[in-house]
Each structure stands twice: as structure tokens, then as C-alpha cells.
């Protein structure tokens, strides 16, 4: 058992999972990449995304995408949180299509909470969410991984993430999904993949590294930056 290989791998892989964020706030998102994996927090990590508030976020996000030039490959929301990974020529585009999705879920969950007596707050959503490049199908995949276990703790209790793309996954049911996208990039069809996601997150990681070969990276700079 070589565990210098074991641990290397292990720490390469959560250093491509945990890449800094960057912000727009700051003047610290890194420009020149195609895929985005998005992170916005709510106002002060409540949980404040339902079901219905999620699906209704989803559902104008997809439509703000295709409007915007961007590709969505991936979404989950949480009560506390949302997550995706966008795919675009220009980075400033997914910023106008979440702004507007943002703006229009945060009226309908204020909405929400007035009807049912809550207490409503200031805000929603944090103004600036984190914006990590994605810069080859190593990180890509490992990424979906993170993304599709956040829930993992609900569904260990029968429960599920307010919205989740890959609960529809699962049901083949991919619209407002360019699944295409990952098919090419990691060589298999989506069942293929899902059954990788669904897998321990060590075994995910492990397979991560087949895309580790020179051939595979040198494509990736093509891929997945801007020429």
C-alpha cells in the first residue's frame, strides 16, 4: 500500500474542491475561465430557501441563463445556501443572470414568510456570492461531488435538499441541463456518472485522477480558459 500516493491524491483533490473564492465585491473573481462553480450564502446562513422558494429560484435561473449566453450544468439549493456550476464565455453574464434570479426570489420568499406570520428579514440572500473557476475535469468532477453529497445529511433522515438537480437526475430527467457537456468531458453517459457521484466520496476521488494524465490536462487548458 503506497499511502504517500494515498495522501497526495487525498490532498490534491480537497485543494481542487476548496479553491479560494472570489467576489465581485472584492475585484477578486478570476476572469479567463469557462466553468463557475457559484456559492451564495443567505442573510445570515438562515434557512430561508423552502421548497417552493428553491424550485421557483431554479426555474427563473434557467430561464435567465439561456437569456444571458450561460449554460447550467449544475444546481442545489439548500435552506442556507445555493450551488451551481455555470458554464459561459464571460463571466460578468452569470452575474446578470443570478442577479435577476436573486431579485425575484428574494420578493417571493419575503412573500412567503409574511403569509405564514414569520418574521421577515432585511434580506434574503448575501449580496455578493463566491465564484470559484473550475480549470480542468479533475476539479469538475470532484465538484459535482461536493455539490451533490450537501444534502447527504438530510437524506440520511429521509429528507432532501430543497432543491437538488440530481433528485431529478436520478428520475432522467435532465431539462435545463447540458448534460452533454459532462458526457464529453469524462467520456460515459450521465448514468455512468451519477453511479460515480453516488459512490464514496474517497472512491470519487480516486477516479478523479484518471484525468490526471498529461493528455487530459494539456486538453483542459484549451477547455476550460478562455484562448
Known amino acids: 500500500m503506497d499511502i504517500k500516493n494515498i495522501t ?3 490532498l490534491r483533490s480537497n ?5 479560494n473564492m472570489g467576489t465581485f465585491k472584492n475585484g477578486t473573481v478570476e476572469h479567463g ?5 457559484v456559492i451564495q450564502q443567505t442573510y445570515n446562513n438562515r434557512r430561508l430557501l423552502s421548497p417552493s422558494v428553491a424550485t421557483y429560484y431554479h426555474n427563473i435561473l434557467a430561464r435567465q441563463c ?13 435552506p442556507t445556501h445555493t450551488h451551481e456550476i455555470l458554464y459561459t464565455d464571460d463571466v460578468d453574464s452569470i452575474s ?3 442577479a435577476v434570479a436573486c431579485r425575484s426570489v428574494t ?4 412573500k412567503e414568510m409574511k403569509e405564514k406570520g414569520y418574521a421577515v428579514p432585511l434580506r434574503i440572500l448575501e449580496r455578493f456570492p463566491g465564484y470559484i473557476p473550475i480549470k480542468d475535469r479533475r476539479q469538475l468532477l470532484v465538484t459535482l461531488k461536493y455539490i451533490a453529497d450537501n444534502d447527504l445529511y438530510l437524506r440520511k433522515d429521509g429528507l432532501s ?19 452533454e457537456v459532462l458526457e464529453s468531458l469524462f467520456e460515459m453517459d450521465i448514468t455512468k456518472i451519477m453511479n460515480i457521484l453516488d459512490s464514496e466520496r474517497k472512491d470519487v476521488i480516486r477516479f478523479a485522477e484518471n484525468y490526471n494524465r498529461p493528455e487530459y490536462l494539456e486538453k483542459d487548458k484549451v477547455i476550460f480558459r478562455q484562448q
Open 8 to 10: 497526495d491524491t487525498f
Open 15 to 19: 485543494q481542487l474542491s476548496q479553491e
Open 33 to 37: 475561465f469557462r466553468f463557475y462553480h
Open 66 to 78: 439561456t437569456a444571458n449566453n450561460v449554460i447550467m450544468l449544475c444546481s442545489v439549493v439548500m
Open 96 to 98: 446578470k443572470a443570478r
Open 107 to 110: 420578493c417571493v420568499a419575503k
Open 161 to 179: 435538499a430543497p432543491y437538488s438537480c440530481f433528485t431529478f437526475w436520478r428520475k432522467n430527467y435532465f431539462k435545463s441541463y447540458c448534460i
